[in-house]
């Protein structure tokens, strides 16, 4: 931790002189086991580990000199034999006089005699056997002044548990806790001004899918549970509302909670269900409406672009780094409408305060001025005998807000544990008051940038340390805002790193280039889908926001989750896109000279859709002139057909290509392709059928010339033919028979009337969903 502040630190004459002395005591015990076997250190060592003894209480953090000092913990038998004729006590050290040293202190885990201080004899506790792997708890109540406690300062104070075993019956440590007591027992001359950020951020919730109503879906109904009662979320208002500190939110949080205050739906294995916590969410907003009236909130940029993963990968993508301006302003907008206020939006926060050269451009290009590091990242240079100013000026008008690497992270393990926390808000306690003490005179500006979603318990510490540190006396709060403008030490470091500086560990994390392409190619394709929509609002707003949500440095650490939203998004959208289309048509017939070819055009979106044109191509124009392009407007939930007149040049077929284009012509949807079989009747051929009609009529007028002229021959001769047979005479039978056959050869049947020309003008193939050519 010495080395992540970067800074180094002298230490009083003093300190000086414990250290040394401690250093002696040290060597003492370490003579004396050159004089025995060579088994027994290595016993001793050990030794001081059998039992574990954990601290999960010290009350109060900031004891007053009046007072008493109430220590609580658990003791558990890690060996393999019983510990009898033991007891707990507490032991005080020498004054630890620097951070550096304190970051060593912290480090042992064994019992060093002359370091860790003397058991005070006066209070202690006894404790029975602790068999094998049995626990047993204790509590030691010590008045302040039997501690011994010299002036204001940091002393390590250590619980330890002395007894005996089985293999060696002699008194000896066998386990210790250490952890660290802050005295001022008088108020600091110039106090400490410390801001203290209290992130309001959670992971992406809402997905892009709204129904008809515009209900909108959230991923899971993780959200409902970080809002409820107990929930992280619920906590952090509820603690926040009372500690001196800076509310950072993610608007994202606050439209996600907003929407969950209607009616919504949640993604379930069997498609979206209805969500049920509309009331948790609006007394969420209301307990936070009423918590951030006497706060600073400074808004990110909406739903907390990972800046870092923009400008490493993003800057190779035209136009990624665009996004940041709209998230920016729409961060804005966000908190006003939703809390009634103006958030400050010139801030940035770099994934855990990690700055380069080309997050710093990335960081301001969109008007914020001031970018939240950490002295883990903006290093001193070892100029410096003491932790400066956070703010720095870096150039261009910037502002480096440095938090302090030490209290930033110091709530970041398992907080859940008492142990845990109680050894963090101690050391968080100790780590202030030393910065304070190096330079008494000075009066400094600290800023502690914790973790951007701690867990509830970690909330809880963050929140005891900050009450704790309220009594100490050597601090006052400021807020982020006043940070920013304070008067920076002019021995400061300035020099941002470069890129090569970044930890590997986090840009391992990070958004690759082909997140960023994709990105990139779903806000194009919904630019293109928005511009042919008749009411894009109903679009842009949900999608628009998807888009900033797949840029979140949310997703470091869950680059699977971050694909997956990705993909989602993009196919949710295409499908969308996919109900505006083209009615497929089966092939068709096309006779003469000029026909129309109509083509339908389906909207099965809930509204209509415009701007748009239609074209038909064809792939021979020579044979077939597809006409012109068609201006397309369709209802929503409708079907339209659009007919286009065409002009045929030869015979044959012709494959035809419609396709839907947007207004800047780029194709839209899928094209489709049909097949038109021209079959144009030239003069000739109209010549040969009037010739042809011209005989049949000629032949028709003689055939009933001859019938008539037939007719009449017969009733002459049926006069005749009677009186012949009156006289048996048969004579001129056959001939007339013969005559009359000759006569009825055109009454065979199909003779009556003429034949139908066979033009072959039409044709019964169908042209497609019921359509025909019209002609």
Do not use: C
Not at 55 to 67: C, F, Q, V
Not at 86 to 101: F, K, M, N, T, Y
Not at 333 to 341: C, D, P, R, Y
């Amino acid at each position: 931790m010495a080395e992540a502040a970067g800074f180094q630190e002298t230490e009083r004459p003093r300190g000086r002189w414990l250290r040394r002395t401690a250093a002696l005591l040290a060597g003492a015990p370490l003579l004396a086991g050159l004089l025995q076997t060579p088994a027994t250190p290595a016993r001793a060592v050990s030794g001081s580990r059998t039992v574990d003894v954990a601290i999960d209480s010290l009350t109060p953090s900031t004891p007053a000199k009046d007072g008493s000092v109430t220590v609580s913990g658990t003791l558990t038998n890690k060996g393999d034999t019983p510990v009898t004729d033991a007891h707990v006590g507490l032991r005080v050290g020498p004054e630890i006089d620097s951070r550096s040293a304190m970051d060593s202190a912290a480090k042992r885990t064994g019992f060093l005699p002359g370091v860790d201080g003397q058991e005070d004899k006066k209070h202690t506790a006894k404790v029975a056997d602790l068999a094998p792997g049995v626990s047993r708890n204790f509590t030691l109540r010590v008045p302040v002044k039997d501690l011994g406690l010299g002036g204001e300062g940091v002393y390590p104070l250590g619980v330890s548990l002395s007894g005996q075993t089985r293999d060696e019956r002699y008194e000896r440590v066998l386990g210790i806790e250490r952890t660290f007591l802050p005295w001022q027992p008088s108020g600091a001359g110039k106090k400490t001004k410390l801001t203290y950020l209290w992130p309001l951020i959670s992971a992406t919730h809402l997905t892009a899918e709204t129904d008809a109503a515009q209900t909108p879906v959230f991923r899971n109904d993780d959200l409902a549970s970080e809002i409820a009662p107990g929930g992280r979320l619920q906590q952090l208002v509820a603690l926040g509302k009372d500690l001196p500190v800076t509310f950072v939110v993610d608007p994202d949080l606050l439209a996600s909670v907003e929407a969950m205050t209607e009616t919504y739906k949640v993604e379930g294995p069997d498609g979206p269900v209805a969500g049920k916590n509309q009331a948790v969410a609006k007394q969420w907003l209301n307990d936070l409406e009423k918590a951030v009236k006497t706060h600073e909130v400074v808004a990110l940029p909406f739903a907390d672009p990972d800046l870092a993963s923009l400008a490493h990968h993003g800057k190779n993508v035209p136009s990624a780094l665009g996004h940041l301006a709209p998230a920016t302003e729409l961060a804005a907008k966000t908190v006003e409408t939703i809390l009634g206020f103006k958030p400050r939006t010139d801030f940035t926060w770099p994934a855990e305060g990690a700055i380069d050269s080309s997050i710093i451009d990335v960081a301001t290009s969109a008007g914020a001025h001031n970018v939240i590091t950490r002295s883990d990242s903006l290093r001193e240079n070892g100029g410096l005998s003491y932790t400066p100013t956070a703010a720095r000026p870096i150039g261009g008008g910037n502002t480096a807000v440095v938090s302090d690497a030490r209290l930033s992270t110091a709530f970041e393990g398992d907080m859940a544990k008492a142990r845990n926390a109680t050894l963090a808000v101690q050391e968080f306690l100790a780590q202030s008051l030393l910065i304070n003490q190096q330079e008494p005179n000075r009066q400094r500006s600290i800023v502690v940038a914790p973790q951007r979603r701690p867990s509830t318990t970690q909330a809880q510490a963050m929140a005891t340390a900050l009450n704790s540190l309220a009594s100490g006396g050597w601090t006052q709060p400021l807020n982020l805002s006043e940070a920013a403008k304070a008067d920076p030490d002019p021995g400061a470091t300035r020099q941002v790193p470069g890129s090569g500086a970044y930890p590997g560990s986090l840009r391992k994390q990070e958004l690759p280039v082909d997140a960023f392409r994709e990105i990139q190619d779903t806000k194009t394709a919904l630019d293109d889908f928005t511009g042919v929509l008749s009411d894009p609002r109903r679009v842009v707003t949900p999608f628009g926001n998807a888009v900033m949500r797949e840029m979140s440095t949310a997703w470091r650490g869950d680059g699977s989750g971050a694909t997956r939203f990705r993909t989602s998004v993009r196919s949710y959208l295409d499908d969308l896109t996919k109900k505006v289309q083209l009615i497929q048509k089966s092939n068709a017939t096309l006779s003469g000279r000029s026909a129309t070819i109509p083509v339908t055009v389906q909207n099965n979106l809930l509204q209509g859709v415009k701007g748009m044109t239609l074209e038909l191509t064809s792939s021979q124009p020579n044979r077939l002139n597809a006409g012109k392009p068609q201006d397309i407007k369709v209802d929503g939930g409708h079907s339209q057909s659009f007919k286009f007149d065409t002009t045929a040049n030869a015979n044959g077929p012709v494959r035809v290509t419609a396709q839907l284009y947007t207004a800047d012509g780029k194709p839209y949807g899928d094209a489709m392709v049909f097949e038109v079989n021209v079959t144009e009747i030239t003069s000739t051929v109209m010549l040969v059928i009037a010739g042809g009609v011209l005989l049949l009529v000629l032949a028709g007028v003689r055939i009933y010339l001859q019938r008539k002229r037939a007719a009449a021959h017969g009733t002459a001769q049926d006069a005749d033919d009677t009186a012949q047979d009156a006289e048996g005479t048969d004579t001129n039978a056959g001939e007339d028979g013969e005559d009359g056959k000759t006569g009825m050869d055109g009454d065979e049947p199909g003779q009556q009337s003429d034949p139908a020309p066979d033009t072959g003008s039409q044709s019964s193939d169908a042209s497609g969903s019921g359509e025909k050519v019209d002609r």
